[in-house]
């Protein structure tokens, strides 16, 4: 998995989440609500640009193509390690990033089986 270069962690901005916070990608459409926000603060990212939160100001940018696999609307992107959990509620063209790391789609829980 690609990871982000040290000029562009220096662009990202530390910040502390709270469930149920909106955030969206500053040079995509991708749009997310924190669904379990870890207890340290963490660089949230998209596309290789930080995310904007619902106060930001709008930016702009380009798109990292090394962080440009997308995002689906309604999967969970997680870091279980940080207990970090992400609901993408618009889908985009970059790729969400926590310090660093591109996120992975949750697993689904497997069904009970019947008998």
Same mark, same amino acid.
């Given at each position: 998995?690609?990871?982000?270069?040290?000029?562009?962690?220096?662009?990202?901005?530390?910040?502390?989440?709270?469930? #149920?916070?909106?955030?969206?990608?500053? @040079?995509?459409?991708?749009?997310?609500?924190?669904?379990?926000?870890?207890?340290?603060? @963490?660089?949230?990212?998209?596309? #290789?640009? +930080?995310?904007? *939160? +619902?106060?930001?100001?709008?930016?702009?940018?380009?798109?990292?193509?090394?962080?440009?696999?997308?995002?689906?609307? #309604?999967?969970?992107?997680?870091?279980? !390690?940080?207990?970090?959990?992400?609901?993408?509620?618009?889908?985009?063209? *970059?790729?969400?990033?926590?310090? *660093? @790391?591109?996120? *992975?789609?949750?697993?689904?829980?497997?069904? +009970?089986?019947? !008998?």
């Amino acid at each position: 998995m690609p990871r982000l270069n040290q000029r562009a962690r220096d662009k990202l901005a530390v910040m502390q989440l709270k469930a #149920g916070t909106q955030y969206r990608s500053a @040079v995509c459409d991708t749009q997310v609500v924190v669904v379990r926000a870890p207890a340290d603060e @963490v660089e949230l990212g998209c596309g #290789g640009a +930080p995310m904007l *939160g +619902p106060d930001d100001d709008a930016a702009s940018g380009a798109l990292d193509p090394a962080f440009a696999e997308g995002s689906l609307i #309604g999967k969970r992107y997680a870091e279980a !390690d940080l207990g970090l959990e992400l609901l993408c509620t618009k889908a985009g063209a *970059g790729s969400l990033t926590c310090n *660093g @790391v591109i996120l *992975g789609i949750k697993d689904a829980k497997p069904l +009970p089986a019947s !008998d």
